[in-house]
């Protein structure tokens, strides 16, 4: 675009959070401190995930940007514009073709490859915050791995509701050592963290954090050993597709407590179709 | 240089105000503004007016605006001057939102739910970048109004994962007529937020999402547009329209853990605003819940759920009165002050010489066989008592 670097940002900006991102793989899960910057899009629309991808981000690149699991979210339409615009790269919502995914709290179905970047938006990247609201005293107890607190809300959730509570944003142990809020996924897609062969990046703006999960890294959901973590998923199959083992979304379709449960991720959805598989609402329109 | 008293207010104060009339015009080569431009090209800072001001009026907002050369605090103030010399004819019925003509409404919570979700005019999807065609530009867009629109909170409602509303029975409260008091009922409390400032209730609302007072918060539903307003006048017995207004309504649906009473169930923040004010009825939304934390059971440790401080602080009338009333003179009570703080420099002065005189002699080394004698205490301990060093991480205004 004219009047612009390449992909926004200048160059110097990018070379500094590209060493932001560097020291972020060296240490786990460790929350690094980065200048960031004042974007085009307010503050918790994922100007944090959109300098990590502007930083990465090559012109042989594909981008895929998906919001809720989906390309055709409002936000995630916007975000990928904003890339077509000032980096002219070229942008899929095929996840196989993508070589970055930016994502606001979906990890893609689809199992990703080590030759792919994940960014997430993330809008705390503190996960003891509810906890302890000072930054200078999470800080300290990052720095003495002192997460007791953590442990305590859980069994605390354990005694009053006989499980643990939290449904997404779902506190993470990376690498046996830090900590890490896995940006507000749902607790469903905690698992795909876990070893996964691409490089996962993690970009709060607002903030100022970025921190990151390199390829292969040991991420485990906090739990007990009588109390072993449970990814949380409505139990229906998909409408559309009928895939049972998907994250799903609840749609309304009336207000008479009428209920039509798909995919999240609107890709899986497509390509599962694309492939023969049909749901319950696909069957009723095929017999009208 | 001979002293002049300081004299001639009344000359000042003309001379004054006719230079802020100057200013306030600008440039005459520069054609004025008239009150329909402000009305319908600045509509932003109407609404916002309006909401702070109080009243709903569109050319008046426009012309506060106008002459408080864009200052919205003191163009609110202007309206609520105005305001107060109404005479109140009715009161209205509640405006029924879900019948709102929508220009905009729209939900996180769900993906697709009756009715749809309408962008409708908003910034929401722009690229902040200054656009410098502008000047030239006279693209419109527009979205029209659809039917009625079930309520986020309502489709919650018919399977009992949201509290219920509590019923609309009662007469409100009416804060231009009785002054706060406390406890503060949450009628009450919501007319404070929608007559409070937009940037104070942003930061607190802004602070409940950082941890001081967290209320895991969802946007059920924002939805704008148009509403009738209704009166029953007693002699007639039926309802009658007499207008329509703009506001801005937002529901928030929050997380709540259930109670020995009550099972795990959402919770409601509201918001409700004149104009356009999504950002205003969003922070609204989020401050009113987290002033819910004491009759929800929660703890009460950050300002945005201390309902005192929160209703004492959100009125910018009020605060940008008393902020700036320090410009007034204060004279007698600083000449006051002045010799205070002179009587207590001397005495410190003095007890310093004193201590000296006797420093220059030898100090007898304390509990030694002194005059206390062996193992005695002191008669008072040299520190005060450490109350103070209490409540740590507490907020306490």
Not at chain 2, 58 to 66: C, D
Not at chain 2, 249 to 266: A, H, I
Not at chain 2, 303 to 326: C, M, R
Request: contains cysteine; hydrophobic residues 35%.
């Amino acid at each position: 675009m004219k009047g612009y670097n390449f992909a926004y940002l200048d160059e110097q900006t990018k070379r500094m959070i590209r060493r932001a991102l560097l020291k972020a793989v060296a240490i786990p899960g460790h929350q690094v401190p980065f200048g960031s910057r004042e974007m085009p899009l307010p503050y918790g629309w994922g100007t944090g995930g959109i300098q990590v991808t502007a930083s990465v981000l090559g012109a042989g690149d594909v981008l895929k940007v998906i919001d809720q699991g989906a390309d055709d979210t409002t936000n995630a339409v916007s975000i990928r514009r904003f890339f077509a615009r000032t980096a002219g790269v070229h942008t899929t919502t095929r996840t196989a073709d993508a070589t970055v995914i930016q994502t606001r709290h979906r990890i893609p179905e689809q199992t990703l490859r080590d030759d792919q970047i994940i960014v997430y938006q993330v809008p705390q990247p503190e996960p003891l915050y509810r906890l302890e609201s000072s930054r200078i005293e999470t800080r300290r107890m990052h720095a003495l791995a002192d997460y007791g607190l953590m442990h305590v809300k859980l069994y605390e959730d354990i005694a009053r509701f006989g499980q643990i509570s939290i449904s997404y944003d779902y506190p993470v142990m990376v690498n046996r050592r830090h900590l890490m809020s896995p940006s507000p996924i749902p607790a469903f897609d905690n698992p795909k963290l876990h070893r996964m062969p691409t490089l996962q990046l993690f970009g709060a703006g607002r903030e100022k954090r970025i921190y990151a999960i390199p390829p292969w890294t040991e991420v485990r959901s906090l739990d007990f050993d009588d109390h072993p973590f449970r990814p949380i998923r409505a139990p229906h199959p998909c409408g559309l597709c009928g895939a049972t083992d998907s994250y799903l979304d609840e749609v309304v379709i009336d207000d008479r407590g009428g209920r039509l449960f798909v995919c999240s991720d609107t890709d899986h959805c497509a390509e599962r179709r694309a492939a023969g598989h049909v749901g319950t609402e696909g069957l009723k329109e095929a017999a009208e | 240089m001979a002293y002049v008293t300081v004299k001639g207010g009344e000359q000042a104060i003309d001379n004054a105000h006719a230079w802020l009339a100057e200013e306030r015009r600008g440039d005459r080569t520069v054609q004025e503004l008239t009150l329909a431009q402000i009305e319908q090209q600045l509509g932003r800072s109407v609404d916002r007016a309006m909401g702070e001001g109080s009243l709903y009026d569109r050319e008046l907002a426009a012309l506060a605006v106008k002459q408080a050369q864009g200052d919205l605090i003191e163009a609110a103030f202007l309206l609520r001057a105005y305001r107060t010399t109404l005479p109140r004819f009715a009161h209205s019925l509640p405006i029924e939102t879900a019948t709102m003509q929508i220009r905009r409404r729209i939900s996180a919570v769900f993906k697709d739910l009756p009715g749809g979700q309408v962008l409708g005019p908003t910034y929401d999807y722009t690229h902040r970048l200054l656009d410098f065609d502008m000047a030239h530009s006279d693209a419109r867009t527009s979205d029209e109004a659809v039917s009625t629109m079930p309520r986020v909170p309502d489709i919650l409602g018919h399977e009992g994962l949201i509290e219920p509303d509590g019923n609309g029975e009662a007469e409100p409260g009416d804060l231009t007529r009785q002054p706060l008091s406390f406890p503060a009922t949450r009628d009450v409390r919501l007319q404070a937020l929608a007559r409070g400032d937009e940037g104070f209730l942003l930061a607190l609302g802004y602070s409940t999402q950082r941890g001081y007072g967290g209320t895991h918060p969802f946007a059920g539903e924002i939805r704008m547009g148009e509403v009738a307003v209704e009166i029953e006048p007693p002699e007639l017995g039926f309802a009658i329209d007499i207008g329509d207004i703009t506001v801005t309504e937002c529901q928030m649906v929050n997380q709540f853990k259930g109670s020995k009473t009550t099972p795990p169930q959402f919770t409601r923040g509201y918001g409700l605003v004149f104009g356009f004010c999504e950002r205003k009825a969003m922070a609204m939304a989020l401050v009113d819940r987290a002033m819910r934390a004491e009759e929800l059971g929660e703890e009460v440790t950050a300002p945005a759920q201390n309902v005192e401080f929160v209703l004492y602080h959100s009125d910018n009338i009020e605060a940008t009165g008393f902020v700036e009333h320090l410009k007034l003179p204060h004279y007698v009570d600083f000449q006051s002050e002045l010799q205070n703080v002179r009587r207590l420099q001397r005495e410190v002065a003095l007890t310093a010489e004193r201590a000296e005189a006797v420093c220059g002699q030898d100090t007898p080394p304390p509990l030694a066989g002194g005059s206390w004698g062996q193992g005695a205490v002191p008669p008072s301990s040299p520190l005060p008592p450490t109350s103070s060093r209490e409540g740590r991480g507490r907020f306490s205004p």
